[in-house]
């Protein structure tokens, strides 16, 4: 088996779109980012390739690349996914917590397991997704930010 660590944080400022798991989530303040920002999705996709030890999302879809300016990040975990596949793993599951101030994501939170397991390709126990405050504190809790960790078990595909 391989276990596999994923962290990302995006900036937090108003006029973009608040994307967390493929949901849009009406908020005054959105995700900046090259892509869509969506920060859960990356910390997944890392989680993933770390485990694999392929690298990062860095290095196989660079911010520098203009073919990933406002990239749909569930295209980005459906890559990523193939890749760890053709290394000849296969997931056990991933957990995942996003932390951030405002607004609720609770609500949400049914349809990010549903985008992330379809993405990649497992059954929804295997998804775990879960939410905390920063309780006012550091820059989560000051709303400057939101971010997000990730662990995932591979196994060898059999
Ligand atoms: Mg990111």
């Known amino acids: 088996m391989r276990i596999g660590y994923g962290y990302d944080v995006h900036?937090?400022?108003?006029?973009?779109?608040?994307?967390?798991?493929?949901?849009?989530?009406?908020?005054?303040?959105?995700?900046?980012?090259?892509?869509?920002a969506d920060v859960l999705l990356h910390a997944v996709a890392d989680a993933l390739l770390g485990a694999a030890a392929l690298g990062d999302i860095g290095t196989h879809f660079p911010d520098t690349d203009p073919a990933w300016a406002g990239a749909d990040s569930l295209d980005l975990l459906r890559q990523v996914m193939q890749l760890v596949r053709e290394d000849g793993y296969r997931l056990a599951n991933v957990d995942t917590t996003m932390v951030l101030e405002r607004p609720k994501v609770k609500p949400h939170i049914a349809e990010m397991r549903q985008n992330i397991g379809a993405a990649l390709d497992v059954d929804l126990d295997r998804v775990s997704v879960k939410a905390t405050t920063g309780e006012g504190l550091g820059p989560t809790g000051e709303e400057a930010g939101a971010a997000a960790r990730a662990v995932c078990l591979l196994r060898p595909r059999s």
């Open 11 to 36: 900036r937090l400022a108003p006029g973009h779109d608040l994307i967390l798991g493929g949901v849009l989530i009406p908020h005054d303040k959105g995700l900046v980012g090259h892509s869509d």
